[in-house]
C-alpha cells in the first residue's frame, strides 16, 4: 500500500462561481489561479502523485505552461489517472476534507465524488468529500479563500 497526501489552497478574487471537485457553484467571488482553480481537484491530484513517489501537480502541470492556462481541472485528473494506470497502481480510496467558510457544500459533495470517481474509473464510493468551516477563524473564517486536504491510498493494480 502506498499512502499520499495532497493540499491546496486558492484565494477568492472577483468572479460570479467556482468550480469544486468539477461542480460550478454559483457564489459572489471565483478562485485565482491559472486553470480553473478547482482546489478540490488540485488536492486529490497531490495526493495521487504523493502516493506514486511522483512529485507534486506544479511539477507536471505547472502554471507556467500557457497552454495550462484556464484547463479544466478534471482533464489534468484525468492525467494522473492514466499516469496511475501506467504505474500499475490502482486507487484503494480517497478522502477530501473542503476547508472553507462560503459558500456552503454539503449539497455538492456526493457530485464531486461522482465527477472525480468517474475520472478515475473507481466507484464513487472511493472518494469521500466532506466539507468544514474554520468556525470564522483564519484566512479562510475571513473568507479570503478556499483549501482543500486529501488524502489517498493505492496499490498495486491486478
Known sequence: MRIGHGYDVHAFCAGDSIVLGGVRIAHSNGLLAHSDGDVVVHAVCDAL????????????????DPELFGIDSRELLRRVSGML???HLKLGNADVTIVAQVPRLARYVDEMS?????????????????????EQLGYIGREEGIAVHAVAILSPAT
Open 114 to 134: 461522482a465527477n472525480m470517481a468517474a475520472d478515475l474509473g473507481v466507484p464513487s464510493t472511493q472518494i469521500n468529500v466532506k466539507a468544514t468551516t474554520t
Open 85 to 87: 494506470a501506467a504505474a
Open 49 to 64: 502523485l504523493g502516493a506514486m513517489g511522483a512529485g507534486d501537480i506544479g511539477r507536471h502541470f505547472p502554471d507556467t
